[in-house]
């Protein structure tokens, strides 16, 4: 089980709240203060070989839970969602999947997942996901670590009979999700929202120098809405899977292993050395989270930008990375917001 980071990453953001004047400024927040968290379970358990029948698949499946968390510790709102990143390799190693291709979350595809016609309930994945999110609400991460599983599924009949399939994801994003909650801005009659975009853009082939890369990069935004439009909290954080294989297609990276995301990873990730500013990833990130709050979505969308990157020179002092896919995300979440 993943437990790490968010509380630094939360700490980071109200410290870049406090220095921007920037914090939750809509005057909105009437309600007691709420916990944002976010969590991943990231697998690439089913990637398969390229064979002489056909080709093989890189697949990395992350799942990703928002959660808002009251003093209690008890789940106020849940929303959960999967990236599921299937990328195709030929016997000659070759990547075969369209580099330029959109990947929509199982969220965003809705019924055209196609869960429904093949389930034993009659429930798109969708359904599933959101029966599982209202179950977790009123619970503690105590209540999640006990919560009942047999075989990879809901052990509690209730449960079942609105989640057939596995559970095991689901509990592990949402327990870090709540692990990880901080305040950062929240209050009561917020709404949450989740957004994901994904793309594998920078795949390479094998060649004769080595292996090549089907690389799944998820971004992610976690975040809180007030009344007027205003963002009143928001973790980002991104999943880079890289799934190496050969020259015959055979995939060559560890299929057992938990894939980190950036901001679990954190000093791990290894860009502060390379960084222009000093930063980690994973504080670059926090950073702009925090210059987002008290902002609308218009207002974010209309950040200054000179090829991908933040134009303003206070902003940019703490985030050199490119803005574009933190944007898109924060304007999905704001959007599914609810």
Wanted: proline share 0%; charged share 20%; hydrophobic share 45%.
């Amino acid at each position: 089980m993943k437990k790490k980071l968010v509380s630094f990453v939360g700490a980071t953001i109200l410290s870049a709240v406090v220095l921007a004047g920037c914090g939750s400024q809509s005057g909105s927040a009437s309600g007691a203060e709420l916990k944002t968290g976010l969590g991943t379970s990231v697998s690439i358990a089913d990637s398969k070989d390229a064979t002489a029948e056909g080709d093989g698949t890189a697949q990395a499946d992350a799942t990703i839970a928002a959660v808002t968390v009251d003093g209690e510790g008890k789940i106020t709102q849940c929303v959960i969602d999967i990236a599921q990143t299937r990328i195709g390799v030929s016997a000659e190693g070759k990547i075969t999947s369209d580099l330029n291709a959109e990947y929509p979350s199982k969220r965003e595809l809705g019924d055209n997942y196609g869960m429904k016609k093949a389930s034993a309930i009659g429930k798109e994945w969708y359904e599933q996901a959101d029966a599982f999110a209202a179950w977790a609400v009123g619970k503690t991460a105590s209540d999640l670590s006990g919560m009942a599983i047999s075989e990879g599924y809901a052990g509690d009949a209730d449960l079942a009979a609105s989640v057939s399939i596995h559970v095991t994801g689901f509990q592990s994003a949402v327990l870090e999700a709540v692990n990880n909650a901080t305040a950062m801005g929240a209050h009561e009659g917020d709404k949450l929202g989740l957004g994901v975009t994904t793309n594998i853009a920078k795949s390479t082939d094998a060649s004769a120098e080595g292996d090549g890369t089907a690389q799944a990069y998820t971004t992610i935004s976690a975040l809180t809405v007030a009344k007027d439009g205003k963002i009143t909290s928001n973790i980002i954080d991104a999943v880079q899977a890289n799934i190496t294989f050969d020259a015959a297609g055979v995939i060559t990276a560890d299929t057992s292993v938990d894939v980190k995301s950036k901001d679990e990873l954190g000093d791990a990730y290894g860009m502060k050395q390379a960084s222009a500013i000093g930063k980690e990833w994973n504080e670059q990130a926090a950073a702009y989270a925090a210059y987002t709050v008290g902002k609308t979505v218009d207002e974010v969308a209309g950040t200054a930008m000179t090829e991908g990157r933040a134009a303003d020179a206070d902003l940019a002092a703490s985030v050199s990375v490119h803005i574009t896919d933190f944007n898109a995300v924060i304007a999905k979440a704001v959007a599914a917001a609810k």
